[in-house]
């Protein structure tokens, strides 16, 4: 069983940074698949915000890009979303996923993250 766990949400202000983390766990090693990060704020759909390949290659929504960085550490067998000058805009809860093709998707539960002054 997979299972996620993400990390490091908070309150912080506005411009402020954090750092978010989704550690695997489980019968699972994370290199060979592709991991996202999504979020979801109140009343509104769950949205994309970043997505690693196994590769190292990177996609960002609109909103992220510039101000957002994912990496992966295979050892640790954890990504990360590196959150820069933060807006209000961006309090939502943060939840990671992994595509493993035939085994489906699975999901963390989330840390929130609220941007506030």
């Known amino acids: 069983q997979v299972q996620l766990e993400e990390s490091g949400g908070g309150l912080v202000q506005p411009g402020g940074s954090l750092r978010l983390s989704c550690v695997a766990s489980?019968?699972?090693?994370?290199?060979?698949?592709?991991i996202t990060w999504h979020r979801q704020a109140p009343r509104k759909q769950r949205e994309f915000v970043a997505t690693?390949?196994?590769?190292?290659?990177?996609n960002y929504a609109p909103s992220a890009k510039g101000r957002f960085t994912i990496s992966r550490d295979n050892a640790k067998n954890t990504v990360y979303l590196q959150m820069n000058s933060l807006k209000p805009e961006d309090t939502a809860v943060y939840s990671c996923?992994?595509?493993?093709?035939?085994?489906?998707?699975?999901w963390g539960q989330g840390t929130q993250v609220t941007v506030s002054s």
């Open positions: 996923s992994i595509y493993r093709g035939a085994l489906g998707i699975d």
């Open positions: 489980g019968s699972i090693i994370i290199s060979p698949y592709q």
């Open positions: 690693i390949s196994s590769a190292g290659d990177t």
